[in-house]
T-cell receptor, first 115, second 111 residues
Framework: DAGVIQSPRHEVTEMGQEVTLRCKPI?????LFWYRQTMMRGLELLIY????????DSGMPEDRFSAKMPNASFSTLKIQPSEPRDSAVYFC?????????????FGPGTRLTVT | QKEVEQNSGPLSVPEGAIASLNCTYS??????FFWYRQYSGKSPELIMF??SNGDKEDGRFTAQLNKASQYVSLLIRDSQPSDSATYLC???????????WGAGTKLIIKP
């Protein structure tokens, strides 16, 4: 079975450019999570969706970040404009339940470098 | 600000010994607790979850929860070099139903 799929795996961009990260959750899973991980701040939950609806976006750092889930099999995280401090590994995870108490399956991550 | 705290390590344990990883949390009402393992350059994967006070065993892994003292531990018996990784503790706060992650403990198993 395919796990969570993320693309691209690596992204290098210049400050001010728009960056779009993509995620395909595991089929049949009801919840999708976007995380950011850095050495300084560890793993941070940015936003999560239940049944394609955003439930909690309190972790989104600022208005430059936006996330969408147009259907059950696809989500995007967009950063516009990007800044060097956005450099991190971004993980997408999905879960079979509609809450936080269920096991989360993580994708391989997208390593973003903003120069 | 609710917190989940872990010793960053590294924790060095000889092969075959018991590795003990600890996590403390500040929200007394927290109900759900998770241990994830993350190899360097890889994504986190769930090792165990625990909801009730006491011990929960799964193979070489045992999770221990003490709600009165607000800590959760992960014991790894007969530790192997392949257990070398960073172990992340995650807690669901009862007050606002948020998932809070610890910074992780780096574990090194020495052959």
């Amino acid at each position: 079975d395919a796990g969570v799929i993320q693309s691209p795996r690596h992204e290098v961009t210049e400050m001010g450019q728009e960056v779009t990260l993509r995620c395909k959750p595991i089929s049949g899973h009801n919840s999708l999570f976007w995380y950011r991980q850095t050495m300084m701040r560890g793993l941070e939950l940015l936003i999560y969706f239940n049944n394609n609806v955003p439930i909690d976006d309190s972790g989104m750092p600022e208005d430059r970040f936006s996330a969408k889930m147009p259907n059950a099999s696809f989500s995007t995280l967009k950063i516009q404009p990007s800044e060097p401090r956005d450099s991190a590994v971004y993980f997408c995870a999905s879960s079979p339940g509609t809450g936080l108490i269920y096991e989360q399956y993580f994708g391989p991550g997208t390593r973003l470098t903003v120069t | 600000q609710k917190e989940v705290e872990q010793n960053s390590g590294p924790l060095s344990v000889p092969e075959g010994a018991i590795a003990s990883l600890n996590c403390t949390y500040s929200d007394r009402g927290s109900q759900s607790f998770f241990w994830y393992r993350q190899y360097s350059g890889k994504s986190p994967e769930l090792i165990m979850f625990i909801y009730s006070n006491g011990d929960k065993e799964d193979g070489r892994f045992t999770a221990q929860l003490n709600k009165a003292s607000q800590y959760v531990s992960l014991l790894i018996r007969d530790s192997q070099p392949s257990d070398s990784a960073t172990y992340l503790c995650a807690v669901i706060e009862d007050s606002n139903y948020q998932l809070i992650w610890g910074a992780g403990t780096k574990l090194i198993i020495k052959p």
